[in-house]
């Protein structure tokens, strides 16, 4: 068996130690005598793994004892409208800064429940959602029930160099992209949410970091699935939680306290994504379109100029073992997202690979 080194935006690779622990318990956990996937979700050894999940969650992240943390389905885009169903409660408005395609899906999905405006928008740079909108306190309406970013920009490759001032109103920040990559200063934020399969496990798994004092005003209609209240107070089982892919999460939370925490993950990360940055910026046959100063550290974008040789090289670095290197469907191009998992090995042979590219396939 040949393991390739995947560069999908998600799901995407895990670390092969939690893989392989994994599959050493995948037939028989501890002495339950069954796989965590037969195991009943109210039983002692089930309860043992989310409530482990969710203590080594709060040390990764430092998460402070007035937030809840739940573990809930439906990806990150079920929480575009989680969101305002339960925190659009006392002005019915809210604030979003679009940078991105999903942050403009979460925007059109809240405009359902109430009045959003955006507060601001990189749609206009060129290339369209090059970088991320410099915002101040002022851009946001007083009256709003909180402000929305996309703090990881997955397709377009672009992360906030900053943390919008939004004075009292209180900032949601979907995480999905850069979650765990390195050290988040929660305090700063009212309620942050992550689908799961880029940093954290398998798909299935949906993260919400939630302070407490937003909990419990959603709208009378809001589903029972959706309601940060039912689904806090039934400690993220008001139903049948996606059990496999929690006990997959807290194999790489404990994978990441083991290396050191997420300092020591942002360390590796910025080696990671200053090596491969600092090739693009010093030849000329790509072209890395984002602002310097907004680049992501996950989803590095990049494209020859050529749409044909764009293609050729998506294909060709396929063959080699260097998988998933396309941009997303919306943009083309290439992207390599180059999450906690993917080692500075698989940065080095993409590099040696764009290299060799660009001598076989010289542009006319
Ligand atoms: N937000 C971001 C930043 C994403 O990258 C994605 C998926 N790639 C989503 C939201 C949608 O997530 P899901 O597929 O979990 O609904």
Redesign the pocket.
Known sequence: MQRVYNFS??PSMLPLEVLEKAQEELLCYGDSGMSVMEMSHRSRDFEEIIEAAESSLRQLMNIPSNYKVLFLQG????QFAAVPLNLLSDHKCADYIVSGQ?SDKAMKEAKKYGDIAIAASSAGASPSYSTVPKTERSDFRPDADYVHI?F???IYGTKFPYIPDTGNIPLVA?I??CILSEPIDVTKFGLLYA?A??NVGP?GL?IVIVREDLIGNARPDTPVMLNYKALADGKSMYNTPPCFSIYMAKLVFDWLLSIGGLEEMKRRNERKASLLYDYLDNQTYYTAPVDKNCRSMMNVVFVTGDPALDKKFVAEASEAGLKSLGGHRSIGGMRASIYNAMPYEGVEKLIAFMKKFAVENPKL
């Open positions: 935006a998600g990806g990150a885009s079920t999903f996309c990881n920009n997955t979907d999905s992209s689908g399969q880029k798909a949906t």
